[in-house]
């Protein structure tokens, strides 16, 4: 199979994703062609069976916004004519859906099949957008197959665009299992930590969905209660507003920033906690990374989150906002090394049995075969 995958190259879920598929394509032998404005961050390591092609927009002076959807509607049509492309799949709706329905057209081919998978704000925050919302909808119906990354976003989908539920099916995102235990020693506790303080960590692109002033006031409280450090992964808007939060509320000496770091499984090793507060997760890719890690996750009820997260068994979810609740569920599994063991169990396990590579990709593979037949 021949397969054009068009993504967000930064860091975020989607572009995360789409690369660990274009891997695990091109690893079963197909070519894989990916269209993006940059390489995205997960694919910097050479694959024989991985072509990148960069998206150009013409910047003149006419433009007040670069025609982002057109460029990459050229390069679509280009890379889908010259390779031979039998499908095109595009990874976050806007614009990349829409375009490959444009390149569709300009190829002239109905054999080359437009998938669409649809990864959460591209839906609930872009997608619904007044300005963009009947192309979403237009560009979702006429693409060949469409899939969400939870049964949450699918029914989200299906109200908020006037979508039969059948169009749509559910893949779940998937990890590397092996990644989960690779190197366990590569991250040193004691880089963060002194002897006997935990190790509460947050990752994220620190965007105001994510809420991480709730991260920093729910360490706040469990530091209260025990000795702790928090490390923050990521990098983003609310940064500035973070830690301003860390210096009114006096802990500046007990948390790290780390800045973005491209595969956090390491440091994923260190921790003893994972914190996901956020006011919408349509999956929650960043808390099944730490589970694979055998990691627990403290966050909220909110989205698709609960579709990961066994409630109780591989963490605790609570409303949104609920600092004080998440808070004390931290203290109580840092301050319960058995109850903490088994939750570290459970979260590892449930990762690989239900998020696994080789339990996800044949649903890919089935998926694509039927696509093609249709
Ligand atoms: O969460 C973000 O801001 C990034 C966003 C993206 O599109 O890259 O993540 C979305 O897609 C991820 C991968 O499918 C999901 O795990 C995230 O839950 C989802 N984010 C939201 O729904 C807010």
Request: include cysteine.
């Amino acid at each position: 199979m021949k397969i054009g995958i068009s993504c967000y190259p930064t860091h975020g879920g989607s572009g995360v994703v789409a690369s660990e598929l274009a891997i695990q394509l091109a690893n079963s032998g197909h070519e894989v062609h990916i269209l993006s404005y940059a390489t995205p961050f997960r694919l910097t390591e050479y694959h024989p069976n991985i072509l990148l092609h960069d998206i150009e927009v013409g910047i003149y002076p006419l433009f007040k916004y670069p025609p982002y959807a057109l460029g990459l509607a050229t390069k679509m049509a280009e890379v889908a004519s010259d390779y031979k492309l039998d499908i095109l799949h595009a990874h976050y709706a806007v614009p990349h859906a829409t375009s490959a329905y444009l390149a569709k057209q300009i190829v002239g081919e109905d054999k080359l099949k437009i998938v669409t998978t649809l990864h959460g704000t591209d839906i609930t925050l872009t997608g619904a957008d007044p300005s963009f919302s009947r192309v979403v909808k237009f560009s979702i119906e006429q693409s060949d197959g469409v899939t969400a990354v939870s049964n949450y976003l699918r029914d989200r989908t299906c109200e908020e665009f006037e979508i039969e539920k059948d169009k749509i099916d559910v893949i779940y995102n998937f990890i590397d299992a092996n990644r989960g235990m690779r190197r366990p020693t590569a991250c040193k506790r004691s880089q963060y930590a002194k002897n006997g303080e935990k190790i509460l960590m947050h990752a994220s692109n620190f965007r105001p969905v994510k809420r991480t002033t709730d991260v920093v006031r729910i360490f706040q409280k469990v530091r209260e209660q025990l000795p702790a450090k928090l490390l923050l992964v990521g990098e983003g808007p609310d940064r500035i507003l973070v830690q301003q939060v860390i210096r009114d509320l006096g802990i500046k000496d007990d948390v790290i920033f780390l800045g973005q770091v491209d595969f956090i499984d390491d440091l994923l090793k260190c921790a003893d906690i994972f914190l996901l507060p956020s006011e919408q997760e349509s999956f929650g890719l960043a808390a099944l990374e730490a589970m694979n890690c055998a990691v627990p996750v403290i966050g909220a009820t909110t989205g698709g989150m609960g579709e990961v997260i066994n409630d109780g068994e591989t963490g605790f979810l609570f409303p949104v906002g609920e600092i004080a609740a998440m808070a004390n569920a931290s203290i109580d599994l840092l301050q319960n090394p058995d109850k903490h063991k088994l939750f570290k169990e459970n979260a590892r396990k449930r990762a690989v049995h239900t998020f696994a590579t080789d339990v996800i990709m044949p649903q890919w593979n089935q998926f694509y075969e039927r696509v093609l037949s249709s």
